[in-house]
């Protein structure tokens, strides 16, 4: 079993930044990313990272997300700039691990004046 804790969410104005991150319990082998879901909305993936591999990014965050991995630390955080009001949304933190997915609980980013 994997245990994930994202943390760094909160409110902040549009054009503003946040760094979410997401520690994992033991050794991730695999994809971390994050998805997000806004209310009445599905759960869209954000970004994926693979240790040694490209980035891949959700059009619409390209150019102002930027995720990164810690193998050594096993975390995965998310830069967001130039954050607008369409980017609010429960942000959740995913592994892949021995073929097994995970998901944390969530953090909720509010991007509102």
């Known amino acids: 079993q994997v245990q994930l804790v994202e943390s760094g969410g909160g409110l902040v104005q549009p054009g503003g930044s946040l760094r979410l991150s997401c520690a994992a319990s033991r050794n991730i082998f695999g994809r971390m990313g994050w998805y997000r879901q806004a209310p009445g909305k599905e759960r869209d993936l954000v970004a994926t990272i693979i240790t040694g591999g490209t980035p891949n990014y959700a059009d619409s965050v390209k150019g102002r997300f930027t995720i990164s991995r810690d193998n050594a630390k096993n975390t995965v955080d998310l830069q967001m700039n130039l954050l607008k009001t369409e980017d609010t949304a429960v942000y959740y933190c995913?592994?892949?691990?021995?073929?097994?997915?995970?998901w944390g609980k969530g953090t909720l980013v509010t991007v509102s004046s």
């Open positions: 995913y592994a892949v691990t021995y073929g097994m997915g995970y």
